[in-house]
Nanobody
Framework: QVQLVESGGGLVQAGDSLRLSCAVS????????MAWFRQAPGKEREFVGS????????YYADSVKGRFTISRDNAKNTVTLQMNSLKPEDTAVYYC????????????WGQGTQVTVSS
């Protein structure tokens, strides 16, 4: 089992930046990849980006490419989402999630952190 705790959300204006962190604990040796998802009110959960735990391969949704950056610090067991040039449509609850080795789905999730971008 892996435990995840997100932090760093808040209320910002359009064009501002925010940095989200996900603290990872538990059986980190079982992790294949970490990802960020988001869910806006009335909308389905949306993939934001992911990073493989060992190789550091990174993937982004088209909607955030060029604005968001994912990074990881394996020594500190944290994954960070740097969000720049924020837009009102980025408003959502942001979740980090774990994909275990040998799995295709993300099984472990954090509690989420609210990001609100005002226009």
């Amino acid at each position: 089992q892996v435990q995840l705790v997100e932090s760093g959300g808040g209320l910002v204006q359009a064009g501002d930046s925010l940095r989200l962190s996900c603290a990872v604990s538990g059986r980190t040796s079982s992790i294949n990849a970490m990802a960020w998802f988001r869910q806006a009110p009335g909308k389905e959960r949306e993939f934001v980006g992911s990073i493989t735990w060992n190789a550091g391969n990174i993937y982004y949704a088209d909607s955030v490419k060029g604005r968001f950056t994912i990074s990881r610090d394996n020594a500190k067991n944290t994954v960070t989402l740097q969000m720049n040039s924020l837009k009102p449509e980025d408003t959502a609850v942001y979740y980090c999630a774990v994909q275990k080795l040998g799995r295709t789905r993300y099984d472990d999730w954090g509690q989420g952190t609210q990001v609100t971008v005002s226009s």
